[in-house]
């Protein structure tokens, strides 16, 4: 195999697929990224056991010469070296040569490196998944419920599957995530037959990063155990995750007793200043009462901080309620609005978090018992 490829779009490429490489892998092989040229293209691979990603440089596009074949074949390089690399060769042009026993000669101007390769038939074959697309998103929809629901999944495996964004796609796509202390339901106005799969969180953000245009067109093809994320260029491959989503829809409430609406800036910060002292729990107590909202968090070996909030409209009775502000300042993370409001039932009941304005998004998250 012999191919000569432009510096800026290796790097894009080996960037891409990288992101399917695990840091520790038990076959070597793993550790590697599989090359492979064509008399058409240069196509990139990388794989473990949750996600594949391939990569296709085609070579010549919009009248851009992008890489140029002698000599077709395969091979599969060490990643991370690889990687780090093609980020300091000295020249725009790179020629790769393999040799005898998989030896790669890599040049770019006066640089020449060598770098013992594997057989590229021992590298993982990419999971056959054809048909017509379940539904389709952009890349900016992917984002965003990668950005407002992501952090609510369970990081314990515990129950894997709350490691997990599950998709429900009916009269519309609902992404719904959770960890057992809090909820992130995030919808969006979608078409496609009614489908309900779990795909782990790792992948859906490993693959929010792939994409530069957020207008891009993403397909999605789902098939027994695996889902294909395909777009201009690039197959992104992940299996979906066992066993059945909890039915959250209960755990929603109907009616709530007390609604606090506030700045949600001046709420962020707010708890930011009571996370100086409360560093173990990560619990602060809001009180609404006598038209005041107050924030109070205390430790014994430290001290107590009091927060007034400013800027909100209360309806409703008073409530004192227990919560964690790590997991409210995530939900907050999930909003762009100006201002947000907390929807409350009584003290150990879930609250609701909604933005202002935006409809599409609800956050829930459970009270602490103090």
Do not use: W
């Amino acid at each position: 195999m012999k191919f000569e490829i432009q510096k800026e779009v290796l790097i894009q490429a080996v960037g891409v697929v990288i992101k399917a490489i695990s840091p520790k892998v038990s076959v070597p092989i793993l550790s590697g990224l599989k090359i492979t040229a064509t008399s058409k293209e240069v196509i990139f691979v990388g794989s473990n056991n949750d996600i594949s990603i391939q990569k296709t440089v085609p070579l010549e596009e919009s009248g851009n010469e992008k890489a140029k074949v002698h000599e077709e074949g395969s091979v599969v390089l060490n990643a991370k070296f690889l990687n780090e690399l093609v980020r300091k060769v000295p020249k725009d042009d790179i020629t790769f040569t393999v040799e005898k026993n998989n030896v790669t000669k890599i040049k770019s101007g006066k640089s020449v490196f060598s770098l013992n390769g594997f057989p590229a038939e021992e590298y993982p074959k990419l999971p056959e998944i054809e048909g017509e697309a379940d539904f389709t998103f952009s890349a900016g929809d992917l984002n965003s419920i990668v950005k407002q629901t992501a952090f609510a999944a369970a990081t314990s495996e515990l129950r894997p599957i709350l490691t997990g964004i599950n998709l429900n796609l009916k009269d519309g796509l609902k992404a719904i995530v959770t960890d057992s202390h809090r909820l992130a339901i995030k919808e969006l106005k979608l078409a496609g037959e009614d489908r309900n799969v779990t795909i782990p969180a790792k992948a859906l953000i490993e693959l929010s990063k792939v994409f530069e245009d957020q207008e891009e067109q993403v397909e999605v093809i789902l098939k027994d155990t695996q889902a294909l994320f395909k777009s201009h260029n690039l197959l992104f491959y992940s299996r979906l995750l066992d066993g059945t989503f909890p039915e959250v829809s209960r755990l929603l409430p109907t009616s709530f007793n007390t609604t606090l609406k506030v700045d949600r800036k001046g709420l962020s910060a707010a708890l930011n200043r009571c996370a100086l002292i409360e560093s173990k729990n990560k619990v602060v107590v809001l009180e609404v009462k006598d038209k005041q909202a107050v924030l109070t968090v205390s430790s014994p070996e430290v001290g107590q901080i009091e927060e007034y909030l400013e800027d909100f409209e209360i309806e409703g009775k008073d409530i004192k309620i227990a919560f964690s502000y790590k997991f409210t300042q995530d939900a907050l993370s999930a909003f762009e609005d100006e201002k947000v409001q907390f929807q409350f039932v009584e003290a150990l009941r879930p609250f609701i978090i909604k933005g202002e304005k935006c409809d599409s998004v609800t956050q829930l998250v459970l009270p602490v018992r103090t």
